[in-house]
């Protein structure tokens, strides 16, 4: 997907000494105005519904405001640590080509071997209690590895960082879809596609918004976003997750 090229750019970049903003830049806007065109669904002819008060349509949107939330902080938690992990430990840091390559194999690989186990974690905590750790080891991970890596100038800390942001953010998503699913008014399959097409989105414009800031106030800076987006999660998903499951929830490795 986007987030896969723009992370194949992004570490080819690090490889090449190329610049920070340019490789990961371009295109999202068309992009995302088609996530969202094809997100709306087929248009059904349905009898006028009655007239809705205001603040009962905003009880009815609050959810799915909320889970919109954690879909972006999803988007930008993954999508940012894998395209710009290795810009990062290249021109940052000073790691050599192959060391800054092994970050985003840091990232993707602590996920994978995670999300082996995010069911048995699921089981013994509940999806709440999963949804909220892990943003907060997401936020924690990101800030410690950024800030003692960018203090020691260490490799080492800061992939051993991403490894746990990789570790952390894995039950995140498979999660974000079960709350789609929950959505109050949402018919069967719709709240999980509504969810995929709002993160899509957040993976294309992730890299160009992590690009601006960086140029602003630095790459350290704007990787904060990571942290950000953990405890956004932390704080948004649970209470979806809380409600009871109108439909059958997919399955946690589904994405």
Known sequence: GGGGRAGALGARA?????????????????????????????????????????????RRLRPWAGVAVV???????????????AIYLREWLG??????????VAVTGAMLVSRLMTDRWIERWGAAASARISGILVAVGAALGLSISALTGSPIAALVGFAVVGWSAAPIYPLMLVAGERLPGAARGSGVG????????????????VGAVSEAVGLPWALSIISLGGLAASLTL??????????????????
């Open 194 to 209: 509504a969810v995929s097409a709002v993160a899509g989105v957040g993976f294309l414009v992730s890299p160009p918004v």
């Open 71 to 85: 879909a972006i902080a999803a988007a930008f938690i993954e999508g940012t640590a894998y395209e710009w992990s």
């Open 95 to 104: 790691a050599a080509p192959g060391v800054a390559g092994l970050a985003p």
């Open 14 to 58: 690090a490889a090449q000494d190329g610049p920070v903003g340019p490789p990961v830049r371009g295109g999202g806007g068309v992009a995302a105005v088609v996530q969202v065109w094809a997100a709306r669904g087929p248009r059904r002819v349905s009898t006028p519904a009655p007239p809705v008060s205001r603040a009962r349509g905003a």
């Open 238 to 255: 649970p209470p979806r997750l809380s409600t009871p499951a109108l439909s059958a929830a997919p399955a946690a490795g589904d994405r």
